[in-house]
């Protein structure tokens, strides 16, 4: 077999993979290791596939992904803290041609906005949600979340979440998907390669519901917090299948059609 | 025999050396840098050439810095 140089692989023809252009050239805010930077790609990649950038407003919520419109290569808007279903309802309602997503962490949408998530979902609002789950408050210091479980460890619960003291960890997906407004209800997960084609594929199929005006679909995606949870990357990923999934168990939750 | 060889581009500048795509990578391709970037990070690097250009190390990068090429080799 005659040597190939790198010179000869790295042609244009030869493309496999390349960050999408709907991701904008500036570096991602967050911590080395994040889901969010693999959960944004995901998304714009979906809608850089279905060719919908013009069409698309996302609305971002307050969290470590309050930037993602410094991220996000389309139309964006910013909510007040966990009302960004309420804003894209809104949205949605006023330019029903719009593709209109929400991408909340677990803060904004379980904690802050457990009242306009569980309104916005049993109205049955046609927008998507990608609700990011990582169990702790991660921009302001890694602080007990209501998505924090049972004897995990942060900031406000050193000695590990006590249930009897602190209440129970939220299951906000379960509950969302008893509503009769949600159509398709989802968790994913964004720590391995097989788990990030998965969670596109959900992605996908929630914004093609959008597409046929079918309904509210709500993608939770299962994340890792590096910094919060104080491990290494490799570490939290490690921890996150030992813990966080058979508490969160991923899959398919609701599918209506 | 066709024989697949691929290789990857790393955006240096960008990574931040979380080396998520070290445990992704089923060839063992990538390592971190001994040296570090304008950032301070040890970047991920490339230590062999036994790549296959399967992307899994790119989809999973958070950061989006890893190019895949691959080319079929008669």
Known sequence: ?257 | MAKIKGDIVIDIEKCKGCSVCIPACPQDVIALSANVNSKGYHFAETVNDACTGCANCAIVCPDAVITVYRKKVE
């Not at chain 1, 693999?38 to 971002?60: F, K, L, N, P, S």
């Not at chain 1, 808007?77 to 677990?106: I, N, S, W």
């Not at chain 1, 460890?153 to 379960?174: C, F, H, Q």
């Open chain 1, 1 to 257: 077999m005659s040597q190939i140089t790198k010179e000869e692989i790295r042609q244009p023809e030869n493309l496999v993979y390349k960050k999408t252009e709907l991701l904008t050239d500036n570096p991602l805010s967050y911590c080395p290791g994040c889901g969010h930077g693999t959960a944004h790609r995901v998304v714009m990649e979906v809608i850089d596939e279905m060719g919908i950038q013009e069409q698309t407003i996302g609305i971002a919520p307050v969290g470590c992904s309050v930037l993602a419109y410094e991220f996000m290569n389309v139309d964006m808007q910013q909510a007040a803290h966990g009302r960004a279903p309420a804003l894209a309802t809104a949205v949605k309602r006023l330019m029903p041609e719009k593709f209109v997503f929400t991408y909340q962490g677990d803060g904004d949408l379980a904690a802050i906005g457990t009242a306009e998530t569980i309104h916005a979902c049993n109205r049955g609002e046609n927008i998507v949600i990608i609700f990011i789950n990582n169990g702790i408050y991660g921009m302001t210091g890694g602080q007990m979340a209501p998505t924090t479980l049972p004897g995990m460890k942060s900031s406000t619960s050193p000695y590990g979440r006590d249930v009897a003291l602190m209440g129970n960890p939220l299951k906000i997906t379960e509950l969302i998907a008893q509503l009769p407004g949600t159509l398709y209800v989802t968790r994913q997960a964004v720590h391995t390669p097989a788990a990030v084609r998965r969670a596109k594929r959900a992605v996908r199929k929630a914004f093609e519901n959008q597409k046929l005006n079918k309904g509210l679909s709500f993608v939770e995606i299962v994340s890792n917090c590096n910094s919060g949870w104080k491990m290494t990357p490799n570490q939290s990923n490690e921890w996150m299948v030992e813990n966080m999934f058979p508490f969160y168990p991923l899959g398919d939750i609701k599918v209506n059609d």
